[in-house]
């Protein structure tokens, strides 16, 4: 109070100016950092500063977040960071007018920020580093444009100080500009961040995506089965849509690579490094399998599971092209984005249909799921053989390089665990006494499932019946018919996989190499 009376300029209009030029400073820096990005076709500063929170954060907090926040979990980060930005700019925005060197400064600090998260982030290389510059210099032009204006504004006005203005008086002129001033940086900030955004999606990838025809496979399969599918209502199709596939990785934005643009590099352990591009990969021989991908954090019950035709090329043929050293134990793949993926050798060369996959339920690959390359390993969980956005194998040994989830506590091998799953009832459906259907679907790829069970209420397991399947590598969709009688009752699951063993009831967590126990049900018949 003492500080306004003493100060005939006021603290209060200077806090509000204050608060629209940060506010100001932030969205031009926002909006020229995207539109930079989208040009050089990097991540924007404000992915790379999500993205860098996501990598410095104990592995236990991420996992918290996921678990949380789900499918939002990126939404949720971009737009906390955003939100930290701009609520950090608002507060610093009263100093940096009266001082406008601490508001370049707070600029630079944040620049430097910026640009340590990009260098962390190692995908894009120096090129990402412009944005941040972009970012700074708009959010520097506009604290120093704002600073001058503001100043005239409280001195330039000279008899007519802001505050005790009276009520209705229009604003001195040197105000108005401040305020036209912050309004347009605000608003050009606005219009080049949501411009960049649209463009970035729409980009040339997108563009040769879309023009992108797939040779056919030289070795194609049968037709499905007709009785891959039960008809069950309720149940789990046995193909999964490209669009209801689950989606689980690091990535805060998903990398769109442009297939003219996209190499990859066999290197490591081997005799002859091997590099080849999009058109390369599509002349060698095509393959296709049916493979269920399956992530080692599905819950029992649990949805993070689908399957796919995928077309691709077998990735054993290129690894004898390049001569694997004896030793090399472990194929390390590395995303565009520099996450990376430890597969052991030997299960890519033991015949299975390990692909470099470019194409998924007969289109190119969606950009989510890996486009315009990715791995599909059967039998292994997801963070062990089916690296999205491939540009990098390189042969290694297990005891020399560790892959992003094995540096964070998660299993080093990691086979998918035979399991199954109850899809139809639902939990606390309410059924008519007597005769009802349980179906849903099992899986243990590369070993198969042999046989699954159902038992009501602990008593003793009665035999499903098994729709058909095209080989071992995919789940399999089952049916059991049983009696229920009024009242609440409890309905378990379990398969025999195709080497005779058991699913087991011993509960595990996901962590460190899947869950395991045994789904139920609990329904109501009335
Ligand atoms: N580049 C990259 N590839 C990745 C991941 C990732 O984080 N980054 N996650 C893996 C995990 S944990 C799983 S379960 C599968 C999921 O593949 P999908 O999203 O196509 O279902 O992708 C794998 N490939
Ligand atoms: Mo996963």
């Given amino acids: 109070m003492t500080a306004q009376k003493q100060n005939g300029t006021g603290a209060r209009p200077s806090r509000a100016g204050g608060a629209l030029a940060g506010a100001a400073a932030a969205l031009a820096a926002w909006g020229a950092g995207e539109a930079a990005a989208a040009a050089l076709s990097v991540s924007s500063p404000l992915v790379a500063v999500g993205d860098a929170v996501v990598d410095l954060s104990p592995s236990r907090l991420t996992e918290a977040a996921i ?61 990402a580093l412009l944005p941040v510059a972009a970012a ?64 970035a999606g729409s980009g040339g990838a997108a563009r040769a995506r879309n023009a992108l025809r797939l040779p056919a496979a030289d070795a194609p399969l049968p037709p499905l089965p007709r009785g891959a599918e039960l008809g069950v209502r309720g149940l789990t199709p046995f193909t999964t849509p490209n669009r209801d596939f689950y989606r689980i990785d690091t990535a805060l934005t998903v990398p769109r690579i442009d297939p003219a643009e996209w190499t990859l590099r066999i290197d490591g352990m081997v005799d002859h490094p091997v ?39 077998r990735l054993a043929d290129l690894l004898r092209e390049a001569g694997v050293h004896s030793g090399a134990d472990q194929v390390l793949s590395a995303s565009s984005d520099g996450w990376t993926c430890g597969t052991p050798t030997e299960l890519v060369l033991d015949g299975r249909e390990a692909l470099l996959a470019v194409g998924m339920n007969g289109e190119a690959l969606p950009f989510r799921h890996g486009f315009p390359v990715r ?8 963070f062990t053989g089916s690296t999205k956005w491939l540009t990098r194998i390189t042969l290694t040994r297990f005891a ?51 046989a699954v069970e159902v038992s009501v209420d602990g008593g003793g397991w009665t035999e499903a019946g098994l729709a058909e399947v095209p ?43 899947g869950a395991s126990g045994r789904h139920s049900v609990q329904v109501i018949a009335e």
């Avoid at 560790?402 to 059924?431: C, H, Q």
């Fill in 67 to 127: 678990a949380v926040f789900g499918l939002y979990d990126k939404a949720v980060l971009l737009g906390g960071t955003a939100l930290v930005l701009v609520v950090a700019a608002v507060l610093l925005g009263p100093a940096a007018l009266r001082r406008p060197a601490f508001g370049l400064a707070a600029v630079g600090g944040l620049a430097l920020l910026g640009a340590a998260a990009v260098l962390l982030r190692r995908g894009d290389g120096a090129a």
């Fill in 136 to 199: 700074a210099a708009a959010a520097a032009a506009v604290v120093a444009v704002l600073a001058r204006l503001h100043r005239g504004a409280r001195t330039g006005g000279g008899e007519q100080p802001d505050e005790g203005a009276p009520a209705g008086e229009r604003p001195a002129p040197d105000r108005r500009r401040f305020l036209a001033a912050g309004a347009a940086a605000a608003g050009v900030g606005a219009l080049l961040g949501a411009g960049g955004l649209a463009s």
């Fill in 275 to 313: 590099e080849l591009d999009y058109d390369a990969l599509l002349r060698l021989p095509l393959v296709e399998a049916d493979t269920t991908l399956t992530c080692v954090s599905n819950q029992v019950g649990g949805d993070l599971a689908g399957n796919a035709r995928w077309l691709g090329v």
């Fill in 375 to 382: 791995m599909v390993t059967p039998g292994v969980y997801g």
């Fill in 400 to 450: 020399d390089r560790r892959a992003y989830w094995a540096e964070r506590g998660w299993a080093v091998r990691a086979p998918v665990k035979t399991m199954s799953r109850i899809d139809v009832p639902g939990p606390l459906d309410r059924l008519g006494a007597g005769p009802a259907t349980v179906a849903g679907v099992a899986w243990a790829q590369h070993r198969g499932v042999a």
């Fill in 471 to 513: 080989g071992i590598d995919t789940w399999r969709q089952w049916r059991a018919e049983v009696g229920l009688s009024p009242g609440r009752h409890t309905l378990r699951v379990r398969v025999t996989d195709g080497t005779g063993a058991v699913q087991t009831a011993e509960r595990a967590d996901p962590v460190p190499d």
